[in-house]
């Protein structure tokens, strides 16, 4: 009995190191795959898509804004964005090790880190850019039909 209440102790105690072993290997691998994700980003540009649907919607509302003011709008973007956003970056190492399996990670640091794997991967934001002006056309159009029924719904009856 003492053989066997032995092994079931060294057997529970084994499986939390096993299950850190497990995710610490998952978060080197999560590291692997920021570190080049990092490497390629354009932190800049990403940062200038986030304010220029701003600027955007102030031309279309007649506001017209000078050189000059657009690169003070672009600087104060940067200078506040681009160190926090890039800590954000670095820090998804640990959630993605918590939501992924340890060959998820490995096939995703290998489809990056390979030659049109990464090359499909610099291209996405050009993608989103280029649709979301279609998504946000199709959210406006779809509006008029939805906000009727969302009050339906919410409206006590």
């Given at each position: 009995?003492?053989?066997?209440?032995?092994?079931?102790v060294?057997l529970?105690?084994?499986i939390?190191?096993h299950?850190?072993d497990e995710?610490?290997a998952?978060?080197?691998?999560?590291k692997d795959?920021?570190?080049?994700t990092?490497?390629d980003?354009?932190?800049e540009e990403?940062?200038r898509?986030l304010?220029?649907p701003?600027?955007?919607?102030m031309?279309a509302n007649?506001?017209?804004?000078s050189?000059?003011?657009?690169?003070?709008?672009?600087?104060?973007?940067?200078d506040?964005?681009?160190?926090?956003?890039t800590?954000?970056?670095?820090?998804?190492?640990?959630?993605m090790?918590?939501?992924?399996?340890?060959?998820e990670?490995t096939a995703?640091?290998?489809?990056?880190t390979s030659?049109?794997?990464g090359a499909?991967?610099?291209?996405?934001?050009q993608l989103a850019q280029?649709?979301q002006?279609?998504i946000s056309a199709t959210?406006?159009?779809?509006?008029?039909?939805?906000m009727p029924?969302i009050?339906?719904i919410?409206t006590?009856?």
């Amino acid at each position: 009995m003492r053989i066997l209440t032995g092994a079931l102790v060294a057997l529970c105690l084994a499986i939390p190191a096993h299950a850190q072993d497990e995710r610490a290997a998952r978060v080197a691998i999560a590291k692997d795959y920021i570190d080049a994700t990092v490497t390629d980003a354009d932190i800049e540009e990403f940062i200038r898509r986030l304010w220029q649907p701003m600027i955007q919607q102030m031309a279309a509302n007649g506001q017209r804004l000078s050189e000059e003011q657009l690169a003070e709008i672009d600087k104060l973007f940067l200078d506040h964005l681009t160190q926090p956003l890039t800590d954000v970056m670095r820090k998804q190492d640990e959630v993605m090790a918590d939501l992924m399996t340890l060959e998820e990670l490995t096939a995703l640091r290998d489809f990056y880190t390979s030659e049109h794997g990464g090359a499909v991967m610099r291209k996405m934001p050009q993608l989103a850019q280029i649709q979301q002006p279609m998504i946000s056309a199709t959210l406006q159009d779809a509006m008029p039909d939805i906000m009727p029924k969302i009050e339906a719904i919410t409206t006590p009856q």
